[in-house]
């Protein structure tokens, strides 16, 4: 059974911070190329960073650039992604999701994407 578990969404004031985690099994997902995006409320989803499969070549979207930092852990068969966000702003309120694309490379389009996970809420106050 393929699950993408996202957890470490809150409730934070502008300038803190907070780590995402996803926990991703059933595949094996060291293979895959794994990604964070987002949904606000009346908005598209958008791509925020993904990373390869090896966790080389990050990549994020320009209005995270500086702040966020994407890293994943391929040590166990479980796989772990992180998302740690600094710096936040009002703007980076938002639904949460991970997701995975069978593939190497680092893939900014969500149809890519194989497997999300349920998303977590991150809500930064002003």
């Known amino acids: 059974q393929v699950q993408l578990v996202e957890s470490g969404g809150g409730l934070v004031q502008a300038g803190g911070s907070l780590r995402l985690s996803c926990a991703a099994s059933?595949?094996?997902?060291?293979?895959?190329?794994m990604g964070w995006f987002r949904q606000a409320a009346g908005k598209e989803r958008e791509f925020v960073a993904g990373?390869?499969?090896?966790?080389?070549?990050?990549?994020?979207a320009d209005s995270v650039k500086g702040r966020f930092t994407i890293s994943r852990d391929n040590a166990k068969k479980t796989v772990y992604l992180y998302l740690q966000m600094n710096s936040l702003k009002p703007e980076d309120t938002a639904v949460y999701y991970c997701?995975?694309?069978?593939?190497?490379?680092?893939?900014?389009?969500?149809?890519?994407?194989?497997?999300w996970g349920q998303g977590t809420q991150v809500t930064v106050s002003s």
């Open positions: 990373i390869s499969w090896s966790g080389d070549s990050p990549y994020y």
């Open positions: 997701a995975a694309a069978l593939g190497r490379n680092v893939y900014l389009q969500a149809h890519v994407y194989d497997y």
């Open positions: 059933g595949r094996t997902f060291s293979s895959y190329a």
